[in-house]
């Protein structure tokens, strides 16, 4: 496999007091969370006067997305969920949506990592009662969780293919910023392949081969569609870039049309993992990198970190040729800036997948080699 992703430089927009300028790099962006700790929780039930009309017979058909985003909105509205952590949202609030009618629901990683064992999550979709969810499996590195509730009617949304996302298309945005559910905002596809890093910790980081958006997305759109106008997933609602609080503004703020969202095929594939297993895993080539090198491309550590060492013995950089002290300086023809950006472009690949490799030596030598990708479970 060649040729396959390009990742152009991108405007550094950094929450954590960076510069905000024309450099080429990552963006750095923010988790949409929505807990009380923002001060945001679920509004204030209000009376509904529906509620005395008499039923109807029968119920509506489903509505069809008929390329509209009206028509969009109707139709795949009852399938997105306002997700509350912990008693009344307490702890954090986010957004969801059915993938499998039988109860699975998708939604992010850092919307249910706040969850204690005892604590509740609770899934509520339009115009049904609350419902408690059981965590069927969760992934930090894709920012992906999955969630399954007592149902076996539900009704699940279609991922879009990757090749049928253009750059400059119409998406819709649909969840529950600040806790108000079935909020949908639009725009279009700014960019593919955007190299965000997201997460506070080592742990929770997430590295992602975004989809840019301009939709309105904010905190609480977590773990919701980017949707085409036929009704498809085409990514995850997962971070947002904000201006740096050393710029005046007064703190984190909310959509500035810089919005990024988890591929489909990536969160189709890590949530699929997840139902069948519990559990899932993202490519790997069986090295450490050193995060001091500072020069062109993604270094290999020359010694040891603890017992880990610098190349794994059998592993898929080993069985290529690739030594400690080697420098990584492109996958597939796409340039590797440094080593969080070669960590992004290898887990845009699966488990298995066949990547070219350009190595600059010891000796300033380079070479092109192929490397098959492990799975990070092997």
Known sequence: ???????????????????????????????????????????????????????????????????????????????VALISIGEDGELGL???FVVREDG???????????????DAIVVELPGEDPMTAELVGSDPAYDIAVLRVDRTDLRPLAFAEADTVRVGQTVVAVGAPLGLDSTVTSGIVSAKDRPVVAGDTQESTSYISAIQTDAAINPGNSGGPLLDLSGRVVGVNSAI?????????????????????????????????LIETGTSEYP??????????????????????????????????????????????????????????????????????????????GDDGSRTVPVTLAGSGG
């Open 1 to 79: 496999m060649s040729g396959r992703r390009s990742l152009a430089p991108v405007v550094v927009v950094s929450v954590l007091g960076g510069l905000l300028g024309g450099m080429g790099g990552f963006v750095l962006a923010d988790r949409l969370d929505a807990s009380a700790e923002q001060g945001t929780s679920a509004p204030p039930a209000v009376e509904d006067p529906a509620q005395d009309a008499p039923e109807a017979s029968s119920p509506p058909p489903p509505a069809q997305a008929d390329g509209t985003v009206s028509g969009l909105s109707q139709a795949v509205l009852p399938s």
């Open 94 to 96: 986010g957004s969801g």
């Open 104 to 118: 699975y629901l998708l939604t992010n990683h850092h919307v249910v990592a706040v969850a204690g064992e005892e």
């Open 241 to 273: 870039a904000q201006v740096p609080q050393a710029a005046g503004f007064g703190g984190p703020s909310g959509s500035i049309g810089l919005g990024f969202a988890v591929p489909a095929e990536q969160a189709d594939r890590t949530a699929t993992q």
């Open 284 to 361: 790997v080539m069986g090295v450490l990198v050193d995060l001091t090198y500072t020069g062109d491309g993604a270094r290999v550590r020359e010694e040891a970190a603890g017992e880990e060492p610098p190349v794994v013995p059998g592993g898929p950089a080993d069985l290529a040729g690739i030594r400690p002290g080697d420098v990584i300086l492109s996958v597939d023809g796409t340039e590797i800036r440094d080593s969080q950006h070669l960590i992004v472009v290898l887990r845009s690949y699966a488990v298995g997948d066949t990547v070219e490799l350009e190595i600059r030596d």
